[in-house]
């Protein structure tokens, strides 16, 4: 699986509209057959940094992803909305998806 995890600080007077302005992009990418999954969060200590988790099946999957449509649309514009170079961690790592924590569990 490919993980991806991007962070990207928006510009003050665009950063309460990111997530309406990546739906279309967010909902596209999600729709893509190799997508396993793709999630916004909004950081609680920078209010115009939100972070992307995103995974791939594999390579493939993630070079389909690079060459869309959607991905080209976006890349296009996101530029006039970022402060700043998002950051990115981009593995390689096994499995499929989430795996379940061992040290927290809810109690009975």
């Known amino acids: 699986m490919i993980f991806i995890a991007v ?44 972070v992307l988790l995103e995974a791939f099946a594999d390579a493939e999957a993630g070079e389909v992803h690079v060459k869309s449509e959607h991905f080209r649309t976006a890349m296009a514009w996101m530029p006039d909305a970022v402060a700043e170079t998002p950051k990115i961690i981009n593995v390689e790592v096994p499995g499929s998806g989430w795996s379940a924590m061992a040290e927290v569990q809810p109690r009975q």
Do not use: C, M, Q
């Not at 309406?20 to 893509?32: K, L, M, S």
């Open 7 to 50: 962070k990207f600080t928006i510009r003050p007077e665009r950063s309460a509209r990111w997530l309406e302005d990546v739906a279309e992009f967010t909902r596209a990418t999600r729709e893509e057959p190799g997508n396993l999954f793709y999630e916004w969060s909004k950081s609680v200590d920078n209010e115009h940094e939100y």
